[in-house]
């Protein structure tokens, strides 16, 4: 099994507080990234990272941040968290040869905003 | 745009059932495509890929194919068992930006 963690396992927090969910990966792996599970939507890609400071962002971005200031740690902040943002979030990472690479996912963080 | 429709679920079987999961694409240029399962608490996990057009992909007794002129990429299974209870995700994989693309997820119950 690919070696990615995820911090906390579960999170409960109120409306307006900040988050922050850490992803750790022991690969070395090039990208890295953030996606939320819901019902009816599957996955959807938050942000992700090509390289250390390097980052884009994903279909639903809107409400997140995130930083990358080592190759093995991985960072989604919630500014200001919302009931909307309710979600199990896992975290992925691949290594890119210019051709498809395999996604390895952590065990997920579920997050409740009350 | 690239995006990726699977079957609507849930499905239920029972055991040594024929599975069918039905999964069609929609992409620009010529995209990879996977299956991932993902059981119970877990993360998911890659299942199967294909590459190419006509490539056909297997793991486990699973296996799908790559058709481009239907755009689809089927997962199936002769003989499920309870051990394949788990939801199952087509995705389609872009070299433009190194990104995938989800299918909502198809849960499937074996029951004995």
């Known amino acids: 099994d690919a070696g990615i963690t995820q911090s906390p396992r579960h999170k409960v927090t109120e409306t307006g507080t900040p988050v922050t969910l850490r992803c750790h990966q022991t690969e070395n792996h090039r990208y890295m990234y953030w996606y939320r599970q819901d019902p009816g939507h599957g996955l959807r890609l938050i942000h992700y990272?090509?390289?250390?400071?390097?980052?884009d962002k994903g279909e639903v971005s809107d409400g997140y941040s995130v930083s990358r200031s080592k190759t093995e740690d991985f960072l989604l902040t919630l500014e200001s968290a919302t009931s909307s943002q309710t979600s199990v979030y896992f975290c992925?990472?691949?290594?890119?040869?210019?051709?498809?690479?395999?996604?390895?996912f952590g065990p997920g963080t579920r997050l409740l905003v009350l | 745009g690239n995006s990726v429709t699977q079957m609507e679920g849930p499905v239920t079987l029972s055991e040594e059932a024929f599975l069918t999961i039905n999964c069609t694409y929609t992409a620009t240029g010529y995209p990879s495509l996977f299956w991932y399962v993902q059981y119970p608490g877990e993360g998911l996990q890659l299942l199967l890929k294909?590459?190419?057009?006509?490539d056909k992909g297997s793991n486990k007794g699973f296996e799908a194919t790559y058709r481009k002129e239907t755009t689809s990429f089927h997962l199936e299974k002769g003989s499920v068992q309870v051990s394949d209870s788990a939801v199952y995700f087509c995705?389609?994989?872009?070299?433009?930006?190194?990104?995938?693309?989800f299918g909502t997820g198809t849960s499937l119950t074996v029951i004995p």
């Open positions: 995705a389609l994989w872009q070299v433009t930006g190194n990104q995938f693309y």
């Open positions: 294909a590459t190419k057009a006509d």
């Open positions: 990272s090509y390289g250390v400071k390097d980052t």
């Open positions: 992925a990472i691949s290594e890119s040869t210019g051709g498809p690479e395999t996604q390895y």
